[in-house]
T-cell receptor
Framework: DQQVKQNSPSLSVQEGRISILNCDYT??????FLWYKKYPAEGPTFLIS?????DKNEDGRFTVFLNKSAKHLSLHIVPSQPGDSAVYFC?????????????FGKGTHLIIQP | DTAVSQTPKYLVTQMGNDKSIKCEQN?????MYWYKQDSKKFLKIMFS???????INETVPNRFSPKSPDKAHLNLHINSLELGDSAVYFC??????????????FGEGSRLTVL
């Protein structure tokens, strides 16, 4: 039973364009959402997060949008750069800062083409 | 200076053997985790320890036993290894408490291959 779903295993975007990665969740108790980026042979690294009380959070080229009624969030990267090529994981937590850990999606492999 | 470090990074062993993966964090966090990423690429939580106390123990076989000698270390011992144990194991840490962002800091992963 996947509580966090990333339905696109891969996404190819041209350099300079906008990359949009999507994530859906089923557990209405989730109140905190995060995006992680992972390069091969490395651990996931935190990218950006959003609390359920907000619908948008921006950090440089990265913006996360949250639609609570649709249980959907998305990560926008603009402009996309070659170094953005990586696997992006969506994650969710039911207790912010709690010891319950994070529930992850399967990831989307983003490929930025020159 | 690595924040969350795991050893070994690669481990190849025979079925039936016992092996351990070590994890240390120097971030001063009080909560540590073990995650497993299997061939389907899912990152699934296995264990969570807060101040050396087991908080989460997902449906993991008894052959897996975490040990936390202090809050900076969380080791994973696996008995009687099976082919299905082949995966990448990630250690992670974070500071418990609602004032924190809730993000996890991950180690580089330990790729276990059981032959």
């Amino acid at each position: 039973d996947q509580q966090v779903k990333q339905n696109s295993p891969s996404l190819s975007v041209q350099e300079g364009r906008i990359s949009i990665l999507n994530c859906d969740y089923t557990n209405s108790m989730f109140d905190y959402f995060l995006w992680y980026k992972k390069y091969p042979a490395e651990g996931p690294t935190f990218l950006i997060s959003i609390s359920s009380i907000k619908d948008k959070n921006e950090d440089g080229r990265f913006t996360v949008f949250l639609n609570k009624s649709a249980k959907h969030l998305s990560l926008h990267i603009v402009p996309s750069q070659p170094g953005d090529s990586a696997v992006y994981f969506c994650a969710a937590s039911a207790i912010r800062g709690g010891a319950d850990g994070l529930t992850f999606g399967k990831g989307t492999h983003l490929i930025i083409q020159p | 200076d690595t924040a969350v470090s795991q050893t070994p990074k690669y481990l190849v062993t025979q079925m039936g053997n016992d092996k351990s993966i070590k994890c240390e964090q120097n971030l001063g966090h009080d909560t540590m985790y073990w995650y497993k990423q299997d061939s389907k690429k899912f990152l699934k939580i296995m264990f969570s320890y807060n101040n050396k106390e087991l908080i989460i123990n997902e449906t993991v076989p008894n052959r897996f036993s975490p040990k936390s000698p202090d809050k900076a270390h969380l080791n994973l011992h696996i008995n009687s290894l099976e082919l299905g144990d082949s995966a990448v194991y990630f250690c992670a840490s974070r500071q418990h408490g609602s004032s924190n962002t809730g993000e996890l800091f991950f180690g580089e992963g330990s790729r276990l291959t059981v032959l």
